[in-house]
């Protein structure tokens, strides 16, 4: 089972931040595409891409996949497990993102305010260039799921033993 964290609102605090460096293959943009129903050449066709942005060297990332990307990290790492995502509103894309194209996305918590988190998320290349920012707002899993989780890890530790 993946590592996860946990945190309720009370366990976090303003300026906390998580940085995470991801990259997409070729695959995954193919099943992401083929799951959202997505047909857009640029995801799929060099040539296309190349049209739409001249020199990049592949296709485009879709920005939905980094998104699903960002999302993920709020499920499994800030707040954790347990949370509710509850508004994501993206800017737009500054710089396509070819695929094995390494980014980074940070997230840094802004305000806590009665369980929900306001978070500001930065995505840049992997050499510190914008490429896209978003502001959202996650609640945070109470104590009662909190305490529930810890018990679901002891029971998979016992269980890898």
């Keep these: 089972m993946p590592q996860t964290n946990c945190q309720t609102a009370a366990m976090l605090s303003v300026g906390m931040t998580h940085e995470e460096r991801v990259s997409f ?10 799951l959202a129903n997505d047909r857009n050449a640029i995801h799929h066709d060099v040539a296309a891409a190349r049209v739409r942005f001249p020199g990049v060297a592949d296709i485009i990332v879709p920005g939905g996949l980094l998104q699903i990307a960002i999302t993920g990290l709020f499920g499994t790492v800030l707040p954790g497990d347990g949370s509710l995502g509850l508004t994501f509103e993206p ?5 396509p993102v070819c695929p094995n194209e390494e980014v980074v996305i940070r997230l840094e918590i802004t305000r806590i305010r009665a369980g929900i988190i306001e978070f500001d998320v930065g995505v840049t290349s992997g ?8 502001k959202a707002r ?7 799921y909190r305490q529930w989780w810890l018990t679901q890890q ?5 269980a890898s033993a």
């Design 91 to 95: 800017e737009r894309m500054r710089k």
């Design 25 to 34: 293959s070729h695959e995954e943009v193919a099943r992401y595409c083929e």
């Design 154 to 158: 002891a029971a998979a530790g016992e």
């Design 138 to 144: 996650v609640f945070a899993p109470d104590e009662n």
């Design 127 to 134: 050499g510190g260039e914008p490429i896209s920012g978003a």
